[in-house]
C-alpha cells in the first residue's frame, strides 16, 4: 500500500473514532483504538526486522520543490535485524512511521550531502526513534562537515529532549539515547572505503559528482550476497558505475532537464530573476533518467529506480515523462514512489516488489 494510501485509512479511522466517541460508545472507541495499535504491531513493515533478507523502503522520492505525493530524500533499509537510513530529507519520517517501520531499531543514519531536502528531518528521526524505543545514541555518519550538522541539531533539540524526560520519565525516554554520534566517513574517487561491518552487512562509500557541492557521497549496502546502492545527489558519474558494479538495486536521483530549462525560462517570462537562474542551475548537477540508465547499464545492474524526482508531476504525467526517452537496455526501470517496497532474499536473484 502506497504512503498516500495509508494516511487516507488514518484519517478515516480518526474520523470513525471521533464520530463513535461524540455518541458516547467509550467501550467501542477503545476496541477501534485497540485493533489499530495491534495491527500496527504486527505489520508487515515490523516483520523485516525477523526476515532474512534484505529490505529497501522508498520513504522520500521528492526534491525540494513541494509535491503533495511525495516526501523529501529518504531511502530505509533492513538487515540483520536492524534498520539504516539514507538522507532524512522533510516529512520522510511521517512516511516511514506510517507505513509501520520499527524505527527503534535504527542503527545509523547515512547523509549523502548536505543540502537541506537531505537533512531537514533529521532531528524527528532522532526524536521519533526514541519515543519509539531506541535506547542508545543515534549513530550519523556522513562526509566531512557531519559533525557540524549534527552538533546544530542536537543543540536546536536539547530543550524538547529535556521536556522530554521531565514529563515521562528517564525509565521511559532514557536519557543516553539523546546522545548523537556523527562519524565522519572516508571516501575515493575510485573503489568504496568500507565504513561499517555490522553482522553481515557491509556498508561502502564513494565520491559521487555534484559540484559544487562538495563533499557528496554515494553508498552501497552489501548483505548476504545481495546489495542496493543509493546514488545520493550527482550528475551522471562514471565512480557511480564503478562502485555499483554487479548490484541488484539501484536507487539514482533524477531530473528531465529539457522540462526544467522550460521552468526557468517561465520563470524569467514571469519576472521572476531569482527562480529562473535556481531552475536552471539545477539542471547542471544532476542526472537525466536516460543518463540514469545508462549508468545502471554500465555497471550491470539488475534494476534501476528513479528517485528524488524532478520536477514535481501528478499521476500518469509523472510516469509517461520521466519513462518516455528511457533506453532500459537491459536493466529492469521503474520510477519511485513513496512506499515503494524491495525484498531481496539470499541466495537468489528474486527482487520482490510492492
Known sequence: MKAHQTVTRVVLWIGIVS???SLGCEAMVGRI???AANRQASSAAQATLEDDALHVFLCGTGSPLPDADSAAACTLVVAGGKVYV???GPGSQEVAQIAGYPTRAVAGIFLTHFHSDHIGELGEWA???WANGRTGPLNVYGPEGVDRVVRGFKEAYALDDGYRIAHHSAEVMPPGATEWLAHSVPYTNGPGTKILEDGDLVVT???V???PIEPAVGYRFDYK???VVVSGDTDKSTNLELNAKGADLLIHEVLIKSVMTQVSHAMGERGSSRLQKITLDVTDYHTSPN???QSANAAGVQTLVFTHLVPPLPGAIRKWLFMRDVDQGDVDVMLGEDGMTFRLPPGSDVIEID
Do not use: W
Open 291 to 293: 543518463e540514469a540508465a
Open 19 to 21: 464520530l463513535v466517541a
Open 127 to 129: 526524536m521519533q526513534s
Open 205 to 207: 562509500a564513494f565520491a
Open 86 to 88: 539514507v538522507d532524512v
Open 225 to 227: 550476497g545481495r546489495s
Open 33 to 35: 483504538v485497540k485493533s
Open 209 to 211: 559528482d555534484h559540484e
